[in-house]
């Protein structure tokens, strides 16, 4: 993704509930109601144990003939372009983002339009940036780092390197910075 200097976030919506259940299973999904009635799933319920591997393995199915140029997260579908073969990036962009709205359109899978960002320069990927330049951290995690209190115990300690954990693929020696701290954690420390 980075070199490319158009990107797309497209955020599935209601990924689970796209899912029809096999028609064998719907009964294992019986609920009773306070009438009295039994409630039965059409689709794949939130909270099935196998229910996230059965959705991301759809998604990755369906999108790995353009794994090229459109990553996939669960649900979440990254499209990423540059310019080449004498069209503009955003010539190519717009083509990228037809293919995948076919497939989304032939599986009947939506898109969260207020979630979704389109022909951007930078977008949101996992909780951090990619853009041209690269991979940056969120700003906004980083001011949270920043402010975070003193720590008082290990218990805060452990929670602050948890969050300050997020740097380490941004910072260069972070490990030898983090140590003496991490240190700290240990049971005989004092």
Known sequence: MTGCTLYSALDLVDGYYQILMRESDIPLTAVSTPSGMLWEWLVMPQGLSNAPATFNRLVTQLFRPMRAFAQTY???????????????AMEVHLQYLRRVFEVMRANKLYANIDKCVFAAEE????????????VRADPEKV?????????????????????ANYLHKYSAGYTGLARPLSDLLKKDAD
Do not use: N
């Open 74 to 88: 669960f649900d979440d579908i990254f499209v990423h372009s540059r310019a080449e073969a004498g069209q503009t």
């Open 143 to 163: 001011k949270a780092i920043a402010a975070w209190p003193p720590p008082r115990s290990q218990k805060d300690l452990r929670q602050w390197l948890g969050l």
């Open 123 to 134: 977008i949101k990927v996992l909780g951090c940036f990619v853009s041209r330049a690269g």
